[in-house]
């Protein structure tokens, strides 16, 4: 049973992690990984660390199940945090971990310390009321995921897979109502291929333009040719969009609107009016999107320039793999693309290179989550939605395990907390949000595992 002292604990342990300031880079996040094994230690439950480089580190944990039924993992949650960028901006210390006005404070409270401070204790409760799951339910606590992974999922994938052999898995984050009683669960994520385009034309002097081989001029027709692309000639899906609308059971003349791919350009501008945040969340669930964000070149004022290069941030929906990237952003530059080079920024060098993914909107995994939501809050529906970021459970997905972004905020909680707070100023969470999420996680392992 979830008791108002265990909320204290989580509460605490939530405060702690936020203290321990694992700002990635460099991470450090080896702390934070003490931290929850000295809370799993007061609690009799054994588990292992494994540093993966100096100061940074990766925790599992596993309650054995009675059967080789499916097994389910708390996890794959990460401990590190992503840096301040306007400190002046808070209004409290981003890393005191201050608890007040019903909130916990500070950098990374939402994304996703909450999660893994309310997925500790679940496991830590399940464990000391001797819960015998028919299948294991492993707890798998990791450093780096705001930088690519390579020190956390990824270094622990490579030397001990043999851990990590799971069914299903629930991390970040979901758990917010879109309307009342409609609860959104993450079943993917858009994948994402960052491409840095380069125009090269002959350098002249500024003075004495006419007929210039401009490779700025070059770069703005792309950009323009891009922008349209990506608005009017993509293909469409509406696979994501039906999920939303059938979840949000909106009326017939709503979906059709929404799921009609020839009618969707047609209601965006509608949208775009009344709803501008919708707007782009169903263009984004609608397409894989090509936003040309930077433009860099020229060494003088009056220099025509030799090298024009821009970088298109392009969102994948799951199957979407970088022939389909490529060709479409062929298409767009049509005879541009010719006079192009077109190189992929890859996450070593910062960018994204990712696919899509995404796990089934329906099973009986689905299920227990909606029960587990239904055993606190009566009658509410869960709602697959596609995740416009990327985490670490795409690298589950790829070894065959159905994950899912799953919690549960408080219903206060509007969107529009949501949108700023993750990787923003005054980041916090309601402590009924952590009492809820503490409580689905429980519950589902109680309900699936039993
Ligand atoms: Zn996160």
């Known amino acids: ?46 588990y292992q660390i494994f540093e993966s480089a100096p100061n ?16 389910m993992m708390f996890g794959p949650s990460h401990v590190d945090v992503v840096p301040i960028a306007k400190p002046k901006a808070w209004t409290v ?39 015998q799951p028919k299948g294991d339910l492993i707890l798998f606590i990791v450093a780096d995921e705001e930088a690519g992974g390579t020190f956390g999922v990824n270094w622990m994938l490579e030397h001990h897979p043999d851990l990590l052999k799971v069914d299903f898995c629930v991390s970040e984050m979901g758990g ?14 858009k994948g994402g291929a960052w491409k840095k385009i380069t125009f090269t034309g002959t350098p002249g002097h500024g003075s004495m333009p006419y007929a210039s ?14 922008r349209k692309y990506g608005d009017s000639q993509i293909p469409l899906t509406t696979e994501y969009l039906t999920y939303l609308a059938d979840g949000l059971g909106m009326g017939k003349l709503q979906k059709f609107m929404i799921t009609t791919p020839l009618l969707l350009p047609m209601t965006l501008k509608l949208l775009n009016k009344k709803d501008p945040n919708t707007a782009k969340i169903v263009h984004s669930l609608s397409r894989m999107t090509m936003s040309p964000n930077m433009v860099s070149g020229g060494v003088k004022a009056n220099v025509i320039p030799a090298e024009t290069s821009i ?115 005054d980041e916090r969470i309601r402590i009924r949000t952590v009492e809820l999420t503490l409580k689905v996680y429980y519950n589902l392992a109680q309900i699936f595992l039993k």
């Open 213 to 226: 081989d401009n490779a700025a001029v070059k770069a703005a027709k792309a950009i323009l040719r891009i």
């Open 311 to 425: 970088v298109v941030d392009i969102r994948t929906l799951p199957g979407q793999d970088d022939v389909y990237v490529m060709k479409h952003l062929q298409k767009a530059l049509g005879d541009l693309a010719l006079k192009a080079r077109i190189e992929a920024i890859s996450e070593e060098d910062g960018g994204i290179a990712s696919s899509g993914n995404a796990s089934v909107p329906q099973s009986n995994f689905v299920s227990a989550m909606q029960e587990a939501v239904n055993q606190e809050i009566p009658g509410s529906t869960l709602v697959p939605f596609l995740m416009p970021g990327v985490t670490d459970m795409r690298y589950f997905r790829d070894r065959g395990a159905q994950c899912y972004g799953f919690s549960l905020l408080d219903p206060k909680t509007s969107t529009k907390d949501m949108a700023g707070l993750p990787h923003g100023v």
């Open 1 to 46: 049973m979830i008791t108002s002292e265990l909320l204290d604990e989580t509460v605490n342990l939530l405060s702690k992690l936020i203290q321990n300031r694992c700002v990635n880079p460099p991470g450090t996040e080896l702390v934070n990984i003490k931290t929850i094994g000295e809370y799993l230690s007061t609690k009799g439950v054994e």
């Open 56 to 71: 940074r580190g990766n925790l599992w944990a596993k309650l054995s199940g009675t059967s080789d039924a499916p097994s």
């Open 176 to 189: 917010a109502a879109l309307d009342e009683g409609k609860v959104v669960f993450m079943l993917g994520e």
């Open 93 to 131: 210390d981003p890393f005191a971990g201050e608890i007040k006005d019903g909130f916990v404070w500070g950098r990374g409270a939402m994304d996703m310390l909450f999660i893994v401070a309310t997925q500790t204790v679940a496991f830590a409760q399940l464990h000391q009321e001797k819960f």
